[in-house]
Every structure is written in structure tokens, then in C-alpha cells.
């Protein structure tokens, strides 16, 4: 799979064969979020693993649509410095998911809403955000990560040229 098919096949997929992640599969995964580019280089960006039942129980109940994550095998918590630009966590977010897609393993973001309470979870010292947490797994069925089809504006509407909403 070349990185276009990767990008373009990726699907937002949350259930998952029971299999753990491969180790040399989850050191792809954190490479991947490491090669991040930042703005001026300055590496915000850490990441948290998480396979312990405990930490996955606990963690769903800092999100309000978790359902899946105590059942994923991998979650990654993908964390910012205070002060940072949440788009260097999207990048190391992204990476780690196309990635992900190329090696057959499936993924899905899970928005954490409730700071206060994932912070008690992770231990964060105060100055670090969880920006999003990751469930990563192989998908159920076998083959490659199902999704749900196209599901995206068309692309008509979703590019101007120039200016705002300007056709070519
Ligand atoms: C910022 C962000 C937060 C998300 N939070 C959740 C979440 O909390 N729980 C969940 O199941 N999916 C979550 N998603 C996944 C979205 O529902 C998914 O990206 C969207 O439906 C597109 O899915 P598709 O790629 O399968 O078409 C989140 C996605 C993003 C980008």
C-alpha cells in the first residue's frame, strides 16, 4: 500500500479481534508519532501506551463516547504541553493512524472530555493536555479496516480557488 492508499483508505474503525498489537508493529506506530514535524521543532508532543485493563476501564470514564475503548487493545494517549498549537498533536495523531492503516491495524480518535479526571488517570503533571486518545487494533473479521464508505462533503464543496468559496 503506497502512503496515498493509506490516507485515502482510512477509516475511523472501532471494533477489533481481540489480538494484542504487535510490538514491532506498536514501535511503527510511536515512530510514525516521534516524525511529527512541530512548529519551530519544538516537540510538544508525548504519547502515552496503554494495554493494561485497568488504565483502559478508567480512561473511558474521562469520555463521553468511549464506549469501545475498554475492549481496544492498544489506546494511545497522544499529549500536548500547555501553550502548544493542537495542530502538532493532530499531526502525531494522523501520523500513527495511516500508519496504522498501511500495517492492517485499525483506529479510531476518542475525544476526552473530562481533564480533571484523565489527568488523575495518566498522573499528568500540570502543565501537559491529553489533546486525544487513540484505540488501535486489529480489525474484527480479518482483512483490511472496514469502514464506513466515503461519508465526506464532495469535494466541490469543500475546495475554493482564491477566495472563499470561489469556483474556478
Ligand atoms: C477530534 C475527533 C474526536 C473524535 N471523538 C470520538 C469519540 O470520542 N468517540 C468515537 O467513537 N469516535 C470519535 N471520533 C471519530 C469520528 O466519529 C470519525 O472521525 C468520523 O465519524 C469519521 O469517520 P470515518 O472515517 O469512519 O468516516 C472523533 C474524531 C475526531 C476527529
Redo the contacts with the bound molecule.
Keep these: 500500500m503506497d502512503a496515498y492508499e493509506a490516507i485515502i483508505t ?5 471494533e477489533y479481534d481481540g489480538r494484542p498489537v504487535a510490538e514491532e508493529h506498536l514501535q511503527r506506530l510511536l515512530r510514525a508519532a516521534r516524525m511529527a514535524g512541530s512548529s519551530k521543532n519544538e516537540q510538544p508532543i508525548r504519547v502515552i501506551v496503554i494495554t493494561s485493563q485497568a488504565q483502559k476501564d478508567a480512561l473511558a470514564e474521562c ?4 464506549t ?1 475503548l475498554p475492549a481496544s487493545p492498544l489506546v494511545i494517549v497522544v499529549v500536548r504541553v500547555e501553550g502548544s498549537r493542537p495542530f502538532d498533536a493532530g499531526r502525531a495523531a494522523q501520523n500513527m493512524m495511516v500508519a496504522a492503516n498501511a500495517l492492517g491495524i485499525a483506529s ?4 476526552i472530555q473530562h481533564d480533571d479526571a484523565a489527568r488523575k488517570v495518566l498522573d499528568l503533571p500540570p502543565n501537559q493536555i491529553v489533546a ?1 486518545a487513540i484505540t488501535f487494533g486489529y480489525p474484527k473479521g480479518g482483512g483490511r479496516p472496514q ?2 464508505g466515503d ?1 465526506r462533503l464532495p469535494l466541490a464543496d469543500f475546495v475554493s480557488f482564491e477566495r472563499w468559496g470561489a469556483g474556478r
Design positions: 482510512k477509516r475511523d474503525t472501532r469520555g463521553d463516547f468511549t469501545h479510531c480518535p476518542v475525544g486525544m469502514g464506513r461519508r
